[in-house]
């Protein structure tokens, strides 16, 4: 086997980082910082708990991507200093230190670049993903309930911080639907690409046959509203009903008629929220999704015009995208990107960076086509 061209291969590396580091653009990382920390010094911040809770999540997130860049400055002097250290010993062993320190960085370089391509209009916001149960019974409950737990294990892994706003339990098992907030930025860039028909294939543990069974969910995935996007619903387009909330098999958990369900009497988009102790505070949620819905919806709306009026009104994104099979073999493959792993379990505990970053990648590609 050749020996590596350390020299060659940190040149490259030390180009790249170059270019992420004119699109993150470290100085400005640092300006933004002192003024947060300063918002985030103000005796009175807590008054306000939903803007202290924006303040030092945008610390937090600046403080992360400065630490990120200026790290992988640093381990890339290491690496050098390591090489260094390695020849003029002649110690194998410190050389495949070296080598695996290489891997390791053209790894997170990677994946540092696909976050310089997360550009669009809303890719900086907070997400909110719905799943829904779809085709297959109580196989797409489950399924369902897996692809939640698959969301929250990613969120959980990278540290951010997520709410569960609504959940809507099927009557044998799983649900019928959920809706959860990431709340960090570039939630939206990085979960956008997930937005589509999930397709499970499995030996249904429901079926005392031991058949194999087919089943599907949707997941939506719209950027978190902002008090600059100027949704504003008049009171008569919405329709307000309230229940009392439910917890799995239909069991009461609420005494009092706290959850909210708004209809958009134009669009006919529902939202409902039962998560939150008042009905105030699920009212309040609601809304906000609602807006939200609706601003992506303003969005798609007007990429559809444009695509028209250029002749163009090709569906980038298929109805289903990702398939997660666990028999008759093992095996998660995106359809869009082809991007395929061989451990299913891995991917439903969370492991999914790879499928996003192909997404990322793959609608960049898409978008410099259309």
Do not use: C
């Not at 797409?140 to 969301?151: G, I, Q, S, V």
């Not at 990431?182 to 860039?189: L, R």
């Not at 387009?237 to 009497?265: C, M, W, Y």
């Amino acid at each position: 086997m050749a020996a590596t061209d350390f020299p060659t291969e940190i040149s490259a590396l030390r180009t790249t980082l170059g270019t992420i580091s004119a699109v993150v653009d470290p100085d400005g990382l640092r300006a933004k910082i002192a003024d947060l920390s300063e918002q985030a010094a103000a005796p009175d911040l807590w008054d306000d708990q939903e803007k202290a809770q924006q303040v030092t999540s945008a610390l937090s997130h600046a403080q992360n991507e400065l630490e990120r860049v200026t790290g992988m400055h640093q381990r890339l002097e290491d690496l050098e200093t390591l090489v260094e250290m390695a020849e003029e010993e002649d110690d194998a062993e410190t050389m495949a230190d070296a080598e695996a320190e290489l891997v390791a960085l053209k790894k997170d370089l990677d994946a540092m670049e696909v976050r310089t391509l997360l550009s669009g209009e809303y890719d900086s916001r907070e997400a909110v993903v719905t799943i829904r149960s779809g085709a297959g019974g109580v196989d797409a409950a489950d399924f369902a309930e897996m692809l939640l737990r698959m969301y929250l294990r990613w969120a959980e892994r990278h540290g951010y911080p997520t709410q569960v706003l609504d959940t809507s339990y099927a009557e044998e098992a799983g649900l019928k639907s959920a809706t959860f907030e990431v709340k960090v930025p570039y939630a939206f860039g990085n979960l956008s690409v997930e937005a589509g028909t999930h397709r499970l294939v499995r030996i249904s543990p429901f079926d005392n046959q031991g058949r194999r069974q087919t089943s599907f969910a949707a997941v939506e995935v719209v950027p978190l509203i902002e008090q600059t996007d100027h949704i504003d619903i008049p009171e008569n387009e919405i329709k307000v009903d309230v229940f009392r909330s439910s917890g799995p098999g239909g069991q009461s958990v609420n005494t009092t008629d706290s959850a909210v369900r708004l209809t958009h009497l134009p669009t006919g988009i529902v939202v409902s929220m039962q998560n939150e102790k008042s009905q105030i505070q699920n009212r309040a949620a609601a809304l906000r999704v609602l807006q939200s819905r609706l601003l992506l919806l303003r969005q798609e709306e007007e990429r559809a015009t444009k695509k028209e009026l250029a002749g163009d009104i090709k569906a980038s994104w298929g109805d289903q995208m990702r398939s997660y099979v666990l028999q008759p073999y093992q095996m998660v493959k995106d359809l869009r990107t082809e991007h395929e792993v061989g451990n299913p379990a891995a991917v439903f505990d969370g492991d999914i960076d790879g499928f996003i970053e192909a997404g990322i990648r793959w609608r960049q590609g898409v978008g410099a086509q259309s």
